[in-house]
Antibody, heavy 116, light 110 residues
Framework: VQLAESGGGLVQPGGSLRLSCTASGFTFYGSAMYWVRQAPSKGLEWVARIWSDGGGISHADSVQGRFTISRDNAKDMLYLQMNNLRVEDTAVYYC??????????WGQGSLVTVSS | QSALTQPASVSGSPGQSLTISCTGTINDIGNSYLVSWYQQYPGKAPKLIIYGGTQRPSGISDRFSGSRSGNTASLTISGLQTEDEADYYCCSYTGRLSWVFGGGTRLAVL
């Protein structure tokens, strides 16, 4: 199983970014997927979840209405569109594969920094 | 949804057994067997070590075990080793299409 995030970087408050995750080594279309983030020197926070078929989408209250999770099973790709970014969204964002409602396999993470 | 409560730090000596607690509410741990635990080394991605409250993924040492009683879940590490020095996080599915993590516990092996 390999998960590789990309698309992170520095963005100003109110700006947008789209994170991508390239999946390989497993049956991507058969797996639910998540985004989990970790602010610098802080704990883990679940961000979003999507079922294997693209349904069952849910987002944490802290990002509801600003972030959108999506996937393209034909390309083995997971995405996180992040709009109206805030300073408190600064974190490492992990792409994670599901196993029985647990966060089974993790990518290496992509750093998103929101600052003026 | 408030974070689950874990001790900020714990410590033990090599060979000892140690338990990390994770306290939630009836809305998460108290109503869900879907508790998981993660080990994280500095600068690395977390690793799943317990799922379903008590199950170990393939390749995880049987020195790690999980349990749940009421609104509290626990991770026990037996035969403590220096390589166990890391941060540990608990997590619970809330049953409302969301997950909540604990604040994390730093384990020191003295």
């Amino acid at each position: 199983v390999q998960l590789a995030e990309s698309g992170g970087g520095l963005v100003q408050p109110g700006g947008s970014l789209r994170l991508s995750c390239t999946a390989s080594g497993f049956t991507f279309y058969g797996s639910a997927m998540y985004w989990v983030r970790q602010a610098p020197s802080k704990g883990l926070e679940w961000v979003a979840r999507i079922w294997s078929d693209g349904g069952g989408i849910s987002h944490a209250d802290s990002v509801q209405g600003r972030f959108t999770i999506s996937r393209d099973n034909a390309k083995d790709m997971l995405y996180l569109q992040m709009n109206n970014l805030r300073v408190e969204d600064t974190a490492v964002y992990y792409c994670v594969k599901d196993s029985e409602y647990a966060f089974d396999k993790w990518g290496q993470g992509s750093l998103v920094t929101v600052s003026s | 949804q408030s974070a689950l409560t874990q001790p900020a730090s714990v410590s033990g000596s090599p060979g000892q057994s140690l338990t990390i607690s994770c306290t939630g509410t009836i809305n998460d741990i108290g109503n869900s067997y879907l508790v998981s635990w993660y080990q994280q080394y500095p600068g690395k991605a977390p690793k799943l070590i317990i799922y379903g409250g008590t199950q170990r993924p393939s390749g995880i040492s049987d020195r790690f075990s999980g349990s749940r009683s009421g609104n509290t879940a626990s991770l026990t590490i037996s035969g403590l080793q220096t390589e166990d020095e890391a941060d540990y996080y608990c997590c619970s599915y809330t049953g409302r299409l969301s997950w909540v993590f604990g604040g994390g516990t730093r384990l020191a092996v003295l």
